[in-house]
């Protein structure tokens, strides 16, 4: 049909025509709008491979994979505090098909220490839902001469900054529960910050590191082999797979708590259709047997709430850590 014929007839039935076609490309934009996902989504994990953060992805990955069709692709990206990965979300598009695993230092400590990273957590990205609770353990390698927290705290106290601890990274859940700890017992050891709990951890089990905080997937092994000591959890209560060592509470020091946490958070503008699925399917994934039995093994706490409430949980951990950044003194690494 020629739309420059001069006919009025012909030309109302030619923008007619165009007007259907239109409507149809509409609909087939929409449909595939609606069909997401229809394509690998790329999941960036802040640290090194090994670490917890990695462990958690692995198992709910499977399980997203399993349920929804399409692949959850696991992408480490270490370094840089976590600012690199999320500065890597920034730039991707809103479309669901690029998510990251947010965690306490991302979310609750990265603000206050990186005020330049050219994105606000708060702002520029959604929060999808909280996955996973996975309590804190301090350890020592097994050849330091201490079995309590008690006799670590009379060992540090004599040998003041001679004695070492590794970290995932600046602002890691292990670094801030390790001068959450520095700072109740007032005992003064050295940071030394890794590019993830993997190649700290390695250092720790070859006795080039004395002290380590983390959570229980990657030290529970480790643990049972003898290899490090376990000689507090950070939880309010003791955990049922390492019922016989104490919290810290119980050595007394009053209120004194840290647990690893991770969830999901997507680009700000993500429609809201996408994240509601998302988390809708998280919600499903965690009560699947696969992920029930691993958090069971870990002593961990399954999430899968709303996006509201993890917004929630988010705005309380980063008032609760507020004050341990400013009296540590933490800074960019």
């Not at 992805?57 to 069709?69: F, S, W």
Request: hydrophobic share 40%; aromatic share 6%; net charge positive.
């Amino acid at each position: 049909m020629n739309p420059n014929d001069s006919s009025p007839i012909q030309r109302r039935d030619y923008l007619k025509w165009m007007g259907a076609a239109g409507l149809a490309a509409t609909g087939v934009s929409g449909h595939a709008q609606s069909a997401w996902p229809n394509k690998p989504i790329r999941w960036i994990i802040p640290f090194a491979p090994g670490g917890t953060s990695s462990i958690v992805a692995r198992g709910i990955a499977a399980q997203l994979t399993k349920q929804m069709g399409v692949s959850f692709v696991i992408d480490n990206k270490g370094g840089g505090g976590g600012v690199p990965a999320m500065q890597e979300l920034h730039r991707a598009p809103a479309d669901g098909y690029t998510i990251i695993m947010s965690h306490i230092g991302l979310m609750a400590v990265n603000p206050l220490i990186y005020p330049d990273s050219g994105y606000d957590v708060n702002k520029d990205f959604v929060p999808v839902t909280l996955l996973s609770r996975v309590p804190s353990l301090f350890v020592v390698h097994k050849d330091v001469p201490v079995t309590d927290m008690k006799s670590l705290i009379a060992y540090v106290k004599a040998r003041p900054g001679q004695l070492n601890y590794a970290s995932a990274g600046n602002a890691s859940a292990g670094h801030l529960a390790m001068e959450a700890l520095k700072l109740a017992t007032g005992m003064f050891v050295t940071h030394i910050p890794y590019r993830g709990t993997g190649p700290a951890l390695n250092d720790v089990l070859a006795g080039r590191i004395q002290l380590f905080s983390a959570g229980t997937p990657a030290l529970l092994p480790h643990i049972k082999s003898g290899a490090v000591r376990c000689i507090a959890v950070g939880t309010t209560e003791r955990i049922p797979v390492l019922p016989d060592v104490p919290t810290v509470q119980e050595l007394g020091f009053k209120d004194f708590e840290t647990v690893q946490w991770y969830g999901i958070h997507a680009r700000a503008g993500t429609p809201p259709e996408i994240i509601t699925k998302l988390q809708q399917e998280c919600a499903k994934a965690v009560k699947s047997p696969e992920v029930m039995a691993q958090n069971a093994a870990e002593s961990a706490i399954p999430g899968g709430g709303s996006s509201a409430e993890y917004a929630a949980f988010v705005a309380r951990e980063q008032s609760r850590w507020k004050e341990v950044v400013i009296k540590a003194q933490i800074r960019p690494g």
